[in-house]
C-alpha cells in the first residue's frame, strides 16, 4: 500500500485519465458529442442548530466548504474538457439556514476576492424550503438525456459506486460538517427517510494505508472528486469517440481499465486539495 502522502499523481494541465495527454483529436471532435450536465445536490435538511453560536459555526463551516469549491473550480477551469459544462450545484434545506448560508458565502467573497467576485454570481442554486425529491422531479423535467440516475453519497453505505462506467449524473451530498462525527446518519437518510439508493466512494481502490471507502470526506473534497471524476470521463469519452472512428472499435477490457483511471486520476487530486487545506487532519478515522 502506498502512503497517502505518496499517491502517484500525474501533471494536472491538459491531464486525461491517469496522466493520459489529450488527444487534441479528440478536443476537434468534441462538439460532436453533447456533454451533459451533472448536479451535485447539496442536502441541508439535517437543519442546523438553533443556538447562536453553533449555528453561527455551522452556517460559517457549510459555506465554507462550498467557496473552497468553487475556488478549486474557477482555478482548475483552463483544464476543462473543451465545451465540458461544469456541474450544477443546489443547496436545499429549510429556507432560515439555506439563506444563511447564501448570504455567508456573499460575505466570504466580497472579503476574500474584491477582485473576482462576479465569477461567483450564480454558481450555487439556492432552494428554500425544496425537499430533495422536489428538487430531483425539477432536474428530470430540465434534463434532456435518457440517463437520469441519482443516488446518495454515504460512508456507511453497503454498495460501492463502480468504477468501470462513468458515474451517475446526480450525486446527493449530506452538509454533514460537524465537529464530531455520527456515524450511518447519511445512510439512514437515504435509505430510510428518502427510499433512495445509498452508495460509498470506491476509495479502497487507490490502494492507501489510511484510506478507506468508508472514509467520511470533507464536503468540498467529494465536491471536487466528482467534477473531475466527470470531466476525466468526458475527456476519456472524446478520445474514445476518436479511437473508436480511427480503428473501427475499442475492446471492453481497455475501456474499463480507462474508466477505472478516471476516478483514480480525480480522487489522488482532490485528497492532494483536502491535504494541503488540512495538513494536520487529512484523515477523520484513524
Not at 427510499?195 to 468540498?220: G, H, T
Request: with cysteine.
Amino acid at each position: 500500500c502506498l502512503s497517502l502522502n505518496n499517491l502517484n499523481l500525474h501533471h494536472d494541465e491538459e491531464c486525461g485519465t491517469a496522466g493520459h495527454t489529450v488527444d487534441h483529436a479528440s478536443s476537434q471532435t468534441s462538439h460532436l458529442r453533447e456533454k451533459p450536465q451533472n448536479i451535485i445536490l447539496c442536502d441541508g435538511w439535517y437543519g442546523f442548530p438553533t443556538q447562536k453560536r453553533p449555528r453561527k459555526e455551522r452556517i460559517c463551516a457549510v459555506s465554507r466548504q462550498l467557496v473552497n469549491f468553487l475556488t478549486w473550480r474557477f482555478e482548475y477551469k483552463p483544464n476543462f474538457p473543451s465545451d465540458a459544462k461544469p456541474c450544477q450545484v443546489h443547496l436545499i434545506g429549510k429556507d432560515l439556514d439555506v439563506e444563511a448560508v447564501r448570504d455567508r458565502i456573499h460575505e466570504i467573497v466580497a472579503e476574500q476576492f474584491t477582485n473576482t467576485p462576479d465569477q461567483y454570481d450564480n454558481q450555487i442554486i439556492f432552494k428554500p424550503n425544496a425537499d430533495v425529491h422536489e428538487a430531483i422531479r425539477q432536474g428530470k423535467k430540465d434534463y434532456q438525456h435518457e440517463n437520469f440516475e441519482v443516488v446518495y453519497l454515504s460512508p456507511d453505505a453497503s454498495d460501492t459506486l463502480p468504477l468501470l462506467s462513468r458515474p451517475p449524473r446526480v450525486v446527493i451530498v449530506g452538509m454533514l460538517i460537524d465537529r464530531r462525527i455520527t456515524s450511518d446518519r447519511s445512510r439512514k437518510r437515504a435509505e430510510e427517510s428518502l427510499k433512495m439508493r445509498a452508495v460509498k466512494l470506491p476509495l479502497n481502490e487507490l490502494n492507501v494505508r489510511e484510506m478507506c471507502s468508508e472514509e467520511p470526506l470533507n464536503v468540498d473534497t467529494v465536491m471536487e472528486m466528482m467534477q473531475r471524476w466527470w470531466f476525466n470521463c468526458d475527456k476519456l469519452e472524446d478520445r474514445l469517440l476518436v479511437r473508436d472512428n480511427h480503428r473501427g472499435g475499442v475492446k471492453d477490457g481497455v475501456c474499463e481499465q480507462e474508466y477505472k483511471n478516471c476516478f483514480l486520476d480525480a480522487a489522488a487530486w482532490a485528497l492532494k486539495s483536502h491535504r494541503e487545506r488540512h495538513p494536520n487532519r487529512t484523515v477523520h478515522k484513524t
